[in-house]
C-alpha cells in the first residue's frame, strides 16, 4: 500500500469494554511497532514485531494489553478490560528493515468514556 | 532506559526568520536521532535524521546537530514558512533500533 493504515480512525469505548485497533504496515516492511501518544505528548513504546515474531513488548503497560501479527503484515492491539487512563492515540508504525526510518500510520483515537 | 528530553515546549517566530528546537539524551550509546514533524490530526512524519558517525546534516532549509559528547541534538529551520507550524518531536535510538524514545514535542507556529 501507500502507507501505513490504522483502523478505526477513532474509537468510542466504554470503560470495561475491549477494543481491538488494527495496523497495515507497509507491504514488504518487516518491523512493525506500537507507540501511545497521549495529549500533548511524544509517542511511547508499546511493542515492537520482526516479522510474526513480538521480540519486544516491554512498553505495554499491563496485561490488559495485548498484540500479534500472526502472518507477519497485519497487526491487531487488543486492550481489555479499558480504563479511562486508556484514552490516547494509538500509532503503529513499519520499517523496512532495522535501521530503517519508521514510517507512522495516522492513529487510531480512543476515548474511554 | 533512555530520556529524551526537548525544549521548547512552544515556539513561535516570525515568517521568514529562523526556528531552533533543542534535544538532550541521556544514554550515551543512543546513535541515531530522527526528527519527525506532525501536524494537527495527522501522522508523524520523518524530515531529517542524523547518526552518530556525523555531527551535522542538511537539508534544503532544515538541518539537524549532534554533539555526542554533551549529548545534545537540535533541529535548525531557516527561512521559516507557515506550513513550517506543526508539533516537532525529537527521538533517539540505539543501535539495535528496535525501540525510539521521543521528546515531549515542540510546537513551532510561524507567523505570517
Known amino acids: 500500500g501507500a502507507g501505513v493504515s490504522q483502523s478505526p480512525r477513532y474509537k468510542v469505548a466504554k470503560r470495561g469494554q475491549d477494543v481491538a485497533l488494527r495496523c497495515d504496515p507497509i507491504?514488504?516492511?518487516?518491523?512493525l511497532f506500537w507507540y501511545q501518544q497521549a495529549l500533548g505528548q511524544g509517542p511511547e513504546f508499546l511493542t515492537y514485531?520482526?516479522?510474526?515474531?513480538?521480540?519486544?513488548k516491554s512498553g505495554l503497560p499491563s496485561d490488559r494489553f495485548f498484540a500479534e501479527r500472526p502472518e507477519g503484515s497485519v497487526s491487531t492491539l487488543k486492550i481489555q478490560r479499558t480504563q479511562q487512563e486508556d484514552s490516547a492515540v494509538y500509532l503503529c508504525?513499519?520499517?523496512?528493515?532495522?535501521?530503517?526510518?519508521?514510517?507512522f500510520g495516522n492513529g487510531t483515537r480512543l476515548t474511554v468514556t | 532506559g533512555e530520556n529524551v528530553e526537548q525544549h521548547p515546549s512552544t515556539l513561535s517566530v516570525q515568517e521568514g526568520d529562523s526556528a531552533v528546537i533543542k534535544c538532550t539524551y541521556s544514554?550515551?550509546?543512543?546513535?541515531?536521532f530522527p526528527w519527525y514533524k506532525q501536524e494537527l490530526g495527522k501522522r508523524p512524519q520523518l524530515i531529517i535524521d542524523?547518526?552518530?558517525?556525523?555531527g551535522e546534516k542538511k537539508d534544503q532549509r532544515i538541518a539537524v546537530t549532534l554533539n555526542k559528547t554533551a549529548k545534545h541534538f537540535s533541529l535548525h529551520i531557516t527561512e521559516t514558512q507557515p506550513e513550517d507550524s506543526a508539533v516537532y518531536f525529537c527521538?533517539?535510538?540505539?543501535?539495535?533500533?528496535?525501540?525510539?524514545?521521543f521528546g515531549s514535542g515542540t510546537k513551532l507556529n510561524v507567523k505570517p
Open positions: 507491504s514488504g516492511h518487516v518491523s
Open positions: 508504525a513499519s520499517s523496512r528493515e532495522l535501521g530503517s526510518p519508521l514510517h
Open positions: 527521538a533517539a535510538s540505539k543501535q539495535n533500533f528496535n525501540k525510539f524514545y
Open positions: 542524523i547518526r552518530s558517525n556525523v
Open positions: 544514554d550515551s550509546a543512543s546513535n541515531y
Open positions: 514485531f520482526q516479522n510474526e515474531a513480538q521480540l519486544d
